[in-house]
């Protein structure tokens, strides 16, 4: 008699998760970016995402290598457990979990900003909260009733909005080449250190997101081959993406820099009325997206820290039938909900850009200590991990140093929430050790 499984379901393939990945970077970012981007770099900007690309693709090799040694569900919470211990795990699985709740509720008030130029009522409080909770709540069921539903979601948002911007890209790369009068000259720029290190931490805002798909590796079928393919596919898929937008963008809009959707606008100049609404909509599946995406991977932290005690067990709990972490579902889309309907885009967003970093640094500092606990792990390993990991690192420091005193209060604050929870925790093991 086959026993019953008990446990979550191995379900999410190579290119599932590469497309989970991507469908987490690509939010509705890309189409509002190209803007504040062209006001600090000009027509350096596309060039600018290939210089991200070098930083992210560094600390992407390391999350590859450390990701390759977990089948667990946890991410980065998990890794900074066998690295560093459970103080520092349960500080990375705040950091991790609440910059996700934020930057969610950041792209869910993107969505009803741009909803908003169709049906403008949906701005006004009642309304606004009524499709937020519609929203979020469908996401939250299909998650709930099992990680398959979840998986073709994501993967047909995935498909849907790669398909729309590349049908962008491509329109306007044929019209720029078949109509040169439609070309505008992109103004001269001669940016400063200030305006580099400023645009490249919006861009690392937009590539933001690959880290959190492992997060579900405990039902990703193999996370040892699948995780290092999946990453650099979605980086590199991504940044291809980024680039081609930006080319278009700073090419076809007049004084990008002032344009409030620099994407839109730039549709106008050479697709007729019914593209511009494509390109508009797609805006919209785009943001959606990137929700279902997160409602499918953050409730897997909580459930991880649940399951290891260092939350309560309650958030570790398995649906009976749809082998889903279902408390754990429940309760961050509760939370996002509260934070969608109680803050605004750039207060959301604040928490996810910074510790993000945070997260990144850990990472790049678990791979060295995780090479010498586990020498002869069964994992990925990174030509030159050291010496890349020390790249990581430095590149993280530089931009933290780059943010405001705002935003280091929201990390403070995390902080001391992870110090209560890590005091609840450590009390509570202690008093179910056993007597010697």
Not at 167 to 173: D, Q, R, T
Not at 199 to 202: G, M, R
Not at 312 to 327: E, L
Not at 367 to 386: E, Q
């Given at each position: 008699m086959t026993k019953p499984q008990t446990g979550l379901v191995r379900t999410i393939g190579r290119w599932s998760l590469a497309a989970l990945m991507v469908n987490t970077m690509i939010g509705a970012s890309i189409f509002g970016l190209p803007a504040l981007l062209a006001a600090r770099l000009g027509k350096w900007s596309p060039f600018g995402f290939l210089v991200a690309f070098a930083g992210v693709s560094i600390i992407a090799g390391c999350l590859a290598e450390v990701a390759s040694q977990f089948r667990e569900t946890g991410g980065p919470y998990?890794?900074?457990?066998?690295?560093?211990?459970?103080?520092?795990?349960?500080?990375?699985?705040?950091?991790?979990?609440?910059?996700r709740i934020a930057a969610a509720s950041a792209v869910a008030n993107l969505f009803i900003i741009y909803l908003g130029e169709l049906l403008p009522a949906v701005k006004m409080p009642l309304p606004r909260a009524g499709v937020l909770t519609v929203l979020i709540g469908f996401l939250a069921v299909v998650n709930y009733c099992g990680v398959t539903g979840g998986k073709h979601l994501s993967d047909f948002f995935t498909a849907t909005k790669i398909g729309l911007l590349v049908?962008?890209?491509?329109?306007?790369?044929v019209a720029l080449a078949l109509h040169p009068a439609i070309r505008v000259t992109p103004g001269a720029a001669s940016p400063a250190a200030k305006d580099w290190f400023e645009?490249?931490?919006?861009m690392l805002y937009s590539y933001g997101g690959f880290e959190a798909a492992l997060i579900v590796s405990g039902e990703t079928r193999e996370p040892r081959k699948d995780i290092p393919i999946a990453l650099f596919a979605a980086i590199l898929a991504t940044t291809l993406l980024f680039v081609a937008v930006q080319y278009l963008v700073v090419h076809t809009v007049a004084n990008v820099a002032?344009?409030?959707?620099?994407?839109?606008?730039?549709?106008?100049?050479?697709?007729?009325?019914?593209?511009v609404h494509i390109v508009a909509a797609g805006t919209l599946l785009s943001a959606y997206g990137y929700l279902s995406a997160n409602v499918l991977?953050?409730?897997?932290?909580?459930?991880?820290?649940?399951?290891?005690?260092?939350?309560?067990?309650?958030?570790?709990?398995?649906?009976?039938?749809?082998?889903?972490?279902?408390?754990?579902i429940v309760i961050f889309a509760a939370l996002l909900l509260i934070f969608s309907i109680v803050g605004g885009f750039r207060s959301n967003a604040l928490l996810s850009s910074v510790a993000r970093l945070f997260?990144?640094?850990?990472?790049?500092?678990?791979?060295?200590?995780?090479?010498?606990?586990?020498?002869?792990?069964?994992?990925?390993?990174?030509?030159?991990?050291?010496?890349?990991s020390a790249l990581a690192l430095l590149f993280a420091v530089v931009l933290v140093t780059r943010t405001h005193r705002g935003e280091f209060i929201v990390i403070v604050i995390t902080a001391a929430l992870a110090f209560a929870n890590w005091l609840w925790a450590r009390h509570r093991a202690l008093g179910f050790a056993p007597e010697t």
């Open positions: 998990l890794y900074a457990d066998a690295a560093f211990g459970r103080f520092l795990a349960i500080q990375n699985g705040w950091l991790l979990w609440l910059t049908f962008f890209v491509v329109a306007g790369l645009a490249i931490l919006l002032s344009s409030a959707a620099p994407a839109v606008d730039s549709a106008r100049q050479f697709l007729p009325s019914l593209g991977h953050t409730p897997r932290i909580t459930f991880a820290m649940g399951e290891r005690g260092d939350f309560p067990a309650f958030f570790g709990r398995i649906h009976p039938r749809f082998r889903t972490p279902h408390v754990s997260v990144y640094g850990s990472v790049a500092a678990a791979l060295p200590l995780l090479r010498k606990k586990r020498p002869h792990a069964n994992a990925f390993r990174l030509p030159g991990g050291i010496f890349f």
